[in-house]
């Protein structure tokens, strides 16, 4: 009869055992594609800020020589 209550107390131990390491990856997983989304969104806004500071230079260096061939050509009918 202890013998019995060994092994089962033994089986119960291993079945805790293995929920808990259940438990334990499910929420490694989890925690490891939260870190995955959290890189793709800081990727993301990494290269928005990129794509807006070249819209950004793209608009100012058009409007700069836009003035000044505007002037040149102002200089040129005047002149």
Do not use: I, N, P, Y
């Not at 089986?11 to 293995?18: C, D, G, I, K």
């Not at 594609?33 to 793709?40: G, H, I, L, N, Q």
């Amino acid at each position: 009869m202890r013998m019995r209550q060994s092994l089962t107390s033994f089986e119960e131990a291993f079945h805790e055992e293995l929920d808990h390491d259940r438990e334990r990856r499910e929420a490694l997983r989890r925690e490891a594609a939260a870190r995955s989304r959290a890189r793709v969104r800081e990727r993301e806004q990494q290269r928005s800020t990129l794509r807006f500071v070249a819209l950004t230079a793209t608009l100012l260096a058009t409007a700069v020589v836009v003035t000044l061939f505007m002037f040149q050509a102002l200089l040129w009918v005047m002149g």
